[in-house]
């Protein structure tokens, strides 16, 4: 019968948040704990405790969200070193999977556990413990009262006996294990020892099953996951080659294998790293996003711009590397039955532009988060995904309500607005107007010009906890008799114009 080994980090969530050793930190979710690190443990920290209680005890515990597929994200770099070692892991949940034993490969089930051990080590995962015996429950709880950086073995046939002394609260149903306790069981072997018919009759189904576990009878088999394809594509030049269009037109081939494999998976790319090699060593590596997904004349047209950034090359290139780091279903980049995606026409006629002028030389703009105009326009270059340093989708008070103006000059200009006797109108700390504004120019080098309406201020703290950032500025609304209108702002006593009505 084949043997089980479980692997276990333990309090993955801490170890996926990369927090350091001698830091007391806790993840926390729901307003308890989900999972603390060693020296927040040394406090007092314990997990399930509230997040007020957690601090109590440690004044300078570093608190973080809860994220689960961060963490997932994090342990899929474990699956793929324990699948170098042995193929067919079994993901159970972040930090916990199963294998098969590779016993006979190694030479024994715990030397197969340190080989793991030692290879996870090496990812930056301390603290790993292993667990083997017959079944997948019994190997888990062996696991988990393993050592650290040590196994448990549970002998063959003695999965029962090992588990007989294990609390009643090793079984994952809190429903039933308060029931079980409540009728005085309060082991596995006490558990075990009713008749299996009676168990059934009383817990059903379920309570069947996890009174087979309790036995050391685990019909459980280890359901594991495919080992995902290698797609990265690979182009070695013999002999190395110096200059860009020569390096890029053989880089096509190349490139319709790479989106052909993937389309025969099913998938496209929208995120691919690109990697240079010169002179036996990585002289380039860049990560593009494409708004779309990559085809093959877009891999070449990245690769041409990657190497046409001044000092990329140094040395003649040997080879050019492909690598997918986002892919996504071909069917969710489909064009829809009655069309409607962007013109390919258009797509080629600005990527030629771009390989004439420079890639950063055509943009595209699109809107993001921010308080004042000019900083919620995001310029990213033609054929990238645009990623937005701040989401409009969140609150941002003190911004300005619609209607937006039109034109937002690059940089305010320096403007200036004067009472109707000539003196200077300002606004005190308070937020009140100084006077009434009577006569204004929106650049130095423009006119005077008389106010016929005007709104505002509108006080802004922009980023008041940051001594170095913080701004104090109040936002006005102003019209010319022309007709012309303009937001502007008053900033320590000067005057600026962001925007223009038109």
């Given at each position: ?83 170098e070692l042995s193929p067919g892991v079994a993901p159970l949940r972040p930090g916990l999977c ?255 532009v771009q390989s004439i002028v420079g890639h950063e030389s055509v943009v595209s703009v699109t ?136």
């Open positions: 019968m084949a043997r089980t080994m479980v692997l276990w980090a333990p309090d993955w969530p801490i170890v996926a948040v990369d927090v350091p050793a001698s830091v007391p930190a806790a993840v926390i979710d729901k307003g308890q704990v989900l999972a603390c690190s060693q020296a927040a443990r040394s406090e007092g920290v314990r997990r399930g405790m509230r997040r007020r209680d957690a601090q109590s005890r440690c004044p300078g515990l570093v608190l973080h969200d809860h994220h689960p597929d961060a963490d997932a994200r994090a342990f899929e770099a474990v699956l793929t070193a324990i699948e199963a294998i098969a034993v590779p016993s006979r490969f190694y030479g024994g089930e715990a030397e197969a556990a340190a080989v793991i051990a030692e290879r996870l080590v090496g990812l930056g995962v301390w603290d790993v413990r292993a667990g083997v015996a017959d079944g997948l429950f019994a190997a888990e709880q062996a696991a988990r009262r393993a050592l650290a950086q040590d196994s448990l073995v549970v002998p063959a046939g003695g999965s029962g006996e090992f588990l007989h002394d294990l609390p009643i609260d090793a079984l994952d149903d809190a429903d039933l294990v308060g029931l079980l306790r409540r009728m005085g069981l309060r082991t596995l072997g006490d558990f075990a020892s009713l008749p299996p018919s009676d168990v059934h009759t009383r817990f059903g189904t379920h309570g069947a099953l996890l009174h087979r576990l309790a036995r050391g009878q685990d019909p459980h088999p280890i359901s594991r996951r495919q080992v995902p394809p290698e797609f990265d594509a690979t182009l070695v030049l013999e002999p190395p080659l110096d200059l860009v269009d020569p390096i890029a037109f053989s880089l096509r081939t190349t490139a319709e294998a790479f989106v052909t494999d993937l389309a025969g998976h099913g998938l496209v790319c929208t995120t691919v790293l690109i990697e240079v090699d010169a002179d036996g060593s990585l002289a380039s590596s860049r990560r593009w996003m494409h708004p779309r997904w990559f085809g093959p004349t877009d891999l070449v047209d990245r690769l041409r711009w990657q190497l046409s950034v001044q000092g990329a090359i140094r040395a003649p290139v040997d080879a050019v590397r492909l690598i997918p780091e986002v892919t996504e279903p071909l069917g969710d980049h489909a064009d829809s039955l009655f069309g409607g995606g962007p013109d390919e026409r258009v797509e080629r006629g600005v990527a030629r809107v993001q988060g921010g308080r004042g105009p000019g900083e919620r326009h995001l310029l990213t270059p033609w054929g990238e995904r645009p990623v937005a340093s701040r989401p409009a989708a969140l609150p941002w008070p003190g911004s300005l309500p619609a209607p937006a103006p039109a034109t937002v000059y690059p940089s305010p200009q320096q403007a200036m607005v004067v009472g109707a006797e000539g003196q200077p109108i300002g606004v005190s700390g308070r937020g009140v107007v100084t006077g009434e504004p009577a006569r204004f120019r929106v650049a130095a080098d423009q006119g005077w010009q008389p106010v016929a309406a005007w709104a505002g201020p509108w006080p802004v703290d922009d980023q008041w906890w940051d001594e170095a950032a913080a701004r104090r500025i109040a936002r006005f609304q102003v019209v010319g008799v022309d007709g012309s209108a303009f937001l502007m702002i008053v900033e320590a006593g000067q005057w600026w114009t962001e925007a223009r009505y038109d």
